[in-house]
T-cell receptor, first 112, second 111 residues
Framework: KQEVTQIPAALSVPEGENLVLNCSFT??????LQWFRQDPGKGLTSLLL?????REQTSGRLNASLDKSSGRSTLYIAASQPGDSATYLC???????????FGKGTTLSVSS | DAGVIQSPRHEVTEMGQEVTLRCKPI?????LFWYRQTMMRGLELLIY????????DSGMPEDRFSAKMPNASFSTLKIQPSEPRDSAVYFC?????????FGPGTRLLVL
């Protein structure tokens, strides 16, 4: 059974710092890996999607990498801002391309 | 498009009562998912539909939970009877290709 783990569970940084969020998964047979953002009391917003054949994806200050063989992904946030404060969830899409399995998330707090 | 719409946004009920959560997916999306989110267990997939047909309901915790999708624009998740441990945020999501779009969720509190 696929399990997704995110470390750390919470992270506090001062504004301007670069930071890395980690995600690991137990079964490398995945269709893709996705990073989501969740603001308090809100739904999830998709940030980045990496296909199983890809190594990384970039969107603005965000860069996500994927090492499928080792079951790891990282989300790099450059020059963090207070507006980046949220919970970031990693999810893997099973090989059939049907169900997303989520980690429990990393709650990020960026102080000004 | 208005995105995925869920109602109600908040629900407070007493143990033993029936609860019905509603979802309107994004038009044209052929997959619909129901998730439950708690602090302890995170975000769990309960059931998903493809073209209105339930495909996998292995995440539904008990027979007290049931879900229907009578047409492409509407789905319900029903809990009968509800119990305090059902308290959680329930999300609906829809998808056409690979990106899932989530609704704002229904925050359920069972007293």
């Amino acid at each position: 059974k696929q399990e997704v783990t995110q470390i750390p569970a919470a992270l506090s940084v001062p504004e301007g710092e670069n930071l890395v969020l980690n995600c690991s998964f137990t079964d490398s047979a995945i269709y893709n890996l996705q990073w989501f953002r969740q603001d308090p009391g809100k739904g999830l917003t998709s940030l980045l999607l990496i296909q199983s054949s890809q190594r990384e994806q970039t969107s603005g200050r965000l860069n996500a990498s994927l090492d499928k063989s080792s079951g790891r992904s990282t989300l790099y946030i450059a020059a963090s801002q207070p507006g980046d404060s949220a919970t970031y969830l990693c999810a893997v899409l099973n090989q059939a391309g049907t169900a997303l399995i989520f980690g429990k998330g990393t709650t990020l707090s960026v102080s000004s | 498009d208005a995105g995925v719409i869920q109602s109600p946004r908040h629900e407070v009920t007493e143990m033993g009562q029936e609860v019905t959560l509603r979802c309107k997916p994004i038009s044209g999306h052929d997959y619909l998912f129901w998730y439950r989110q708690t602090m302890m267990r995170g975000l769990e997939l309960l059931i998903y539909f493809n073209n209105n047909v339930p495909i996998d309901d292995s995440g539904m915790p008990e027979d007290r939970f049931s879900a229907k999708m009578p047409n492409a624009s509407f789905s319900t998740l029903k809990i009968q009877p509800s119990e305090p441990r059902d308290s959680a945020v329930y999300f609906c999501a829809s998808r056409r290709q690979e990106t899932q779009y989530f609704g704002p969720g229904t925050r359920l509190l069972v007293l």
